[in-house]
């Protein structure tokens, strides 16, 4: 399309200007790659894919429920032989979406050159791993499934919970999402989080670490921050944060990446709608945290914490 | 796949250990299913299917609302045909899913010996009913669209409420799901109002009651509970919460399942964004709940509670 | 089907009593009508399509960030190939629907004549210059999600935050629908910030004027109205509203639209999660909002304040 | 994409040479369009799709027969609403259809103005007629289908032959198709003749005519020509061929279009497979004309021609 | 839509004359059945589907064919997982399709009333024989796809004959479909072969009784009636026939069904391309068939028949 | 799934016998690799994938004919965006096929160790001038459809033609089969030819040589051998046969592959339908064959063979 060429064009109706545009386009692309350092790529996006992370979670939670999130027409005689295949296809889904992120993560380290082999294995080795782990996170889960249906007078069975209840699906994700963050793919592991909180408005960040038994009601709202630890057979309700305080920053004032930041909830607590948790603090054993109570500084084990509590206590709110 | 066969076979590239997984996924199901009494299930799920209980819910969404939630290329000549026809589909995939739920309940119940007759009978009139409730269900529906369009100064036209405010989305789902749930189907109910709340962040129980003219603006991270009853003309905020004080539990410490333990919301009432509302309160007709407000005790008719009045009148928050 | 004719019909199974219900449907329909003096549209529905729509901003979010949100096997090679194409069906369905909205709008203008040739034209130059500002936006964009990569110490790479933050998704779709907003294209406008919200819980009123490097992080909850004002480098945090605090009425009690009636957020500004701000007031440069503060007043440049800060300093809430 | 950017350009990996080939490409086009007179088309294609017609006649096949060929869920309660609602549909997408061929005919025609308003009102009348037609064309096959049941000892069922005999679907396809022919669009009608030809290597041209109780078995290799005519009650077997002896050319040896170049087929004629039937000949009623016949001579009324008479008779073939 | 209703609804646009043509299309369907004896059928339609036929094919193929015609990703480990999952799958399909033949049967029997259960265990027997005999299948079709690769110069692999022959696609689809015709399933079966025929031009009744190590090259206008039976090691080439020569009828000059009225081709024969055998005639063991050639008569074991020992040995043709 | 296991599990319905099922298949799978001597393949199948074929196809077509076979709302302004941005799509996804051959052919040939790098490079050189040939193959397809238009009195317009023609359809299969044929790629191409071979009934194998001006008519039962050669100009009309007359065996009755088996058609020579063509013989230049003939014997420059003119020169047929 030189300018040669098109001069000699016949005149046809330029709509929109395509050309034109189209070249601002690629101007403006141009002047981010350059500003940000980006190589100029020549060989494709090789990034993983939202779409394929969303089928291989959705294919996965078949396997692990296979009588209830599998397909709707399965039988017991061929239980396994689902299990069986749908694993496979999906861990050797995950396996190239694992190679994906490892590559990018190799190339953003000072470009240094890419040992292909290596990477193979490693992302071999992870989803190995991984495919390991899931008999355990069944059973994880199935202590989700009932910490919902005995904490909630609404739930009707352990089926309604598994089918309907958005805090089991944004568990589901979380619990695949902790195992592959732990494994170093945080691309992988976001997406997976990120598919959970637009379907739910929960927002787990795939670095907390979470115990057994854990049940969120509700849930849209719900943020739990990247370093936040929370026990066993914790209950927390809609709108509640688990968030940082403040940031840190270096000298030169840029944001430090990596410190521990969000609040450590301890064994058999509950966390009542709208609380605000900030910094790293430590919510003692067996404590009531009330709504909308905005929380700065650690609690001791078996505390009853209110919004009336605090003004009394502390005079003045956080 | 004996242990015989096993042994003869050619060592294949064992790339993920299926076998062992899949068996060790097997164990966990079945540590599952004898914990809590499960059946083996040998005929299948039968299991009502979200999947199939969303294309039931836009078939009767474009059933109630034609031109603007049918589809786009209907014109006035063939509403009548498309009306019908679309019914009649949507009505006999429902029926499928009711028989479902009704079978489900029925193997709940001890394990009672299912009458398939009597349940395809109940179905079959279930559907019948509801069939016959949809008109009544559009004229409900006109007023919520009039409430939305009054209520809001940023809408232009009521298709513009029909087509793009979650609000109505909501209530749309809410008035079917909440006609099947009075019907006896708490699970198909429970997932119709869960499509809505994944859609719109508005979260509104099946069970509970409510009456014409209802808005909800915005409408992330609202909660509505199992019990509450609201009026007619009332108009809600984001994040509003018509939620349950505390549970009762019996003496062995179980939570008490159907208690009634929401608010009922009179008429005219309108509740700001935020505000929290907790227990079997009453806010009493015409009243005003300001944004943020956290209640816990009934106000009378009239009311017009700010978070400064509230602090100035009970010295301390509830 | 006459009377007649149904009167000599052989008594078929009549499962859902089809021809009453539609009967009954076409009723309501008509009442509804009737009341709110809509015409019988004989010709069609001829409103945008929120899946068009969706379809729309898919194609354009990939011909803005090609080898971020394009296909996930593009190179660079044939990037402004793939661009291009992209563009030219985004554009000529975007007219498609332009005219849509502008016919819609001009019947609703007490039933006009529709002059069909200028509403094309209109139409196209309306899609030309949001064309010819597509290059803009992208730089804008790229502000933002520099700006959400610097805001946030989780963040890892600019790819997890173009490919994974919910707060970038919102502003994409957010910039869009503002050009479109202000070309007169509201119903279109709102159907885009619509997709975003579902998505995300972030609600966008495509009205809102939002300068460059903007970050909403986590995002559930957030609601911007129609007439707020946010200048350049603000950050803002889940449930975060900046609304209205009371709408103006006209004497017969109608509520009075296209008030100003939203904040001013000036440069620089951060307003933490679940921060509520009311009414058209003016957030000064450089201030920061704390968490859960219920703000209706204006504050002065670099403030700070937080919900300690007001009760002490006004004595009241709100 | 001039050639002075071309020049500044990293050189990235240019592994299909696309601007090179792009720039051929374009070339060949050129040299076509010019070579063949044809405009530049600035508008666009304008074309029927055979995708669209392909949709089209499966809606139509639906609403002839709603309880064979409908969805498969359908009563007969609602049949009539289906038929409407689908014929509906079927008719609108048709009419768009129509124009675009009315419209790429006129552009043919010598590149006269297009009269716009002239061919919409056109297109109507056509697609009206067309609708008009459907139950004089669904009686006749009625007749084809019984004539099948009757004309093949393998037959069961009409059931069966209305849900499995290729020779249906062809004279289904053909009817439509011979309709639309007669109303001037010659282009959609074979595309619907060429779509039957495809699904069962029957190849009918729309402009035959073919009279009632009309059977063809297997049919893999039935070839029909333009001008054919065929009488009721006529049965033809697989490989028979309706053709033209030879091709009429004017002075300059162009081929002459129009000419009545294939034969007559009378009423209650058998015509075995693989015979071949050439020229402006006719078959005189009820005779029956032997497999792999060649016959390019007329034959009387209740003629039984075999390969040995043809042999026996005229000396030698053809 | 009584009378009454339409006068006095307002004059919309009539485009299409809706209601008068679906009524004219009501009143032929009405004709129809009424002539043809038919019943109302108030219950719907009950009859096998072409679709899920369709579906069911793939399948199976899939599960006999893991590594060619199964999912391309499939790797050996878990061939035995994807087959026992998409084998339960397809079987429960099936059993769905077999039991609406079997109902649709029973009620074209007299209108008998259906004895519900019977039916069911009838086609839970066949569905339970049909996946005892796969493995006997498979091992059949293995020797096909190896006559084919031996039959034919051109094939380079058993995989080319596997993936791209049409011969051995026909083959597949016959050896499932005779299996259900002798099981008393003539509908079902005659879709699977019509889905073969569509795609490959050669239509192969189901009822034809085939040996192993069968092979049809290029295939075309193959044509084999439902009584033939044809031995071990055959081979055969396009378009040839093995048809009936006439068709019986009884005293009322209806036509018989059910005679043995197609050839039988012993084992080792070869039929070359247009041949066209015709009657209850017998082929002997190892005679080669010439291209065209015209045959109503039994040949001896070892015979070598071409166009031209025909005429010589008996004068004339046939 | 030991026996142990087995034994322990509780009896459940045991519906089709899966395990034993699978296993049986097993062994059939088993049998057949070994006696074919195949590897087990542990890595996966590796082969190219006809549906991908299919779609690479599809792609190509529309990057050949933009206007008229590429999306039905293109416009000129972007038919280059749109065929560069298809053609790169069409030849990765083509790369990654033609890879999966040639690494299928390494592992035939002798199981030698694969030389992966080798593989992909000549994979992208193969590529590489199939691209650069696409133009070329353009131009000749113009021919193509010029012929069509010239030699058909049906015909209406070029556009008639390219949008309707199955010959035409069969033609652009063809031409990109056989660049790929003579590039190595045997299994590919013919995956393209049997595409066709299914849509049309026309077959004609990858290898055959084809010049410019081709036209086939109708086409159904059309079979071209893979050595045959075609001249400039040539016509040819349905079941036409260009086939061998025997194959070569060697020693040991094993067919000889690759011999030059099938007929030389020379320029501007018509072949009616039916006529069978057998042999490695020539078609002088110019002859014209009569429907229905069968010649296995070269004829000279400018004959004129009918079936009558065979009879008489030679005395016999074939």
Redesign the interface.
């Known amino acids: ?6 001069s000699k064009r ?1 005149p ?8 034109r ?9 141009r ?2 790659r350059s500003s ?1 350092g980006r190589s ?6 090789e ?4 779409a ?1 992370i969303g089928l291989i979670v959705e294919s996965l939670s078949g ?2 429920f ?3 999130l599998g ?19 999906a ?2 889904n995950l396996l190239a979406q694992v190679r994906l992120e490892l590559r ?1 993560a190799a190339r ?1 380290r000072a470009g240094a050159p890419e040992a292909g082999q290596d990477i193979h294995e490693r992302a ?1 080795s992870i ?2 791993d991984f ?2 782990a ?2 355990g996170l ?2 994880l889960l ?1 202590s989700d499934v ?1 910490a919902a249906y ?11 919970v598994l ?4 805090g089991i699906l944004a568990v589901i994700h979380h619990r695949l999402a902790h195992h592959l963050y732990n494994a170093g793919l ?2 992988v592991a ?2 997976i ?2 598919l959970a ?5 929960i ?1 787990i ?1 795939p ?1 907390a670490h979470i115990g057994e038994s854990f049940f969120i009601d ?1 849930g ?2 719900v ?1 739990i ?2 370093t936040a630890i929370i026990g066993d057979r914790v209950r927390i309700y ?2 509640v ?1 688990l ?2 305080k403040r ?2 920053s270096d000298d030169s004032g ?6 521990l ?1 969000h609040p450590i909830v301890e064994n058999d607590v509950v966390i009542y ?2 609380a ?1 948790i ?1 910094g790293r603090i430590t919510i003692g054993e067996g404590s009531t945290i009330g ?2 109570v ?1 929380l700065t500084r650690s609690v001791p084990k078996g505390s009853n914490v ?3 509590s605090i ?2 206590q502390v005079g ?3």
């Not at 545009?21 to 692309?29: H, T």
């Not at 990034?47 to 939202?50: E, F, H, K």
């Open positions: 399309m030189s300018d040669e060429l098109n016949p046809v109706a330029n709509k929109w200007q395509l050309e545009i189209v070249g601002e386009l690629r101007d403006a692309r002047a981010w940000t100029q790529e020549p060989g494709g996006r990034l993983p894919s939202r394929a396997a692990l296979p009588m209830r397909p709707h027409d399965l039988r017991q005689e061929s239980e396994d032989f689902y299990v069986g295949h749908t694993l496979d296809a861990l050797n990018h953003q071999q989803v190995r495919a390991e899931l008999p069944r059973r199935d009932l005995q904490g909630d007078p609404a739930a009707r069975s352990v089926d309604e089918l309907c209840y958005p945080p691309l976001r997406m989080s990120e909180h637009s379907a739910t408005g927002d960040h670095g509700h849209t709202g943020v921050g990247e809609q709108a944060t968030g940082a940031f840190e840029q944001l430090l990446k990596g410190q930041r709608a709208g605000t900030l709504g909308n905005w209110t919004q009336a003004q009394n003045n709110v956080g």
